[in-house]
């Protein structure tokens, strides 16, 4: 399976994409980029903050059997359609700029009523009219939201 998801990212200070909803602390710093050579995958966070509350030693991370988990909250976040993405409010939490895109979705994927939790992700295109992604992203980047949704947005089935 593979979709097209819709979603924000923080841009950090070397131009890479990362979450823009999770503060990126106390997480390790590659943990959760949106890596450019799109071998992005899903990492339960649970486990983390489990590991990182002192039990790092005695329980090394133990991903679900199959991520990202039914009952959990981990996985690669996306809204459904282009239209909930324009709808959604911008993160408050970060000075960092925040851009708008597309990512495809792969691998395990799990449909909410809000959106895609998936396994594996890789950003495909951006809204970035100053220029802010780092050049080492292979995306389509567009300088305004109509002309990215005018090329990615796919008609609900
Ligand atoms: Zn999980």
Redesign the pocket.
Known sequence: MSVIGWRQWAVDGAGRLRPAWTPWSPFPAGLLLWRPDGLTKAF????ARDDLGGQMSQSPLT??PR???ED????LYAWLSAHELAAAATPRWTSRPIVVGAARLGGRIVVSERGYRAQLGYPVAVVDPNGVVSTAYPVARYRTWDALVAEWDQPVK
């Open positions: 339960c966070l649970r486990g991903p679900h991520m990202p988990g959990c909250v981990c996985g």
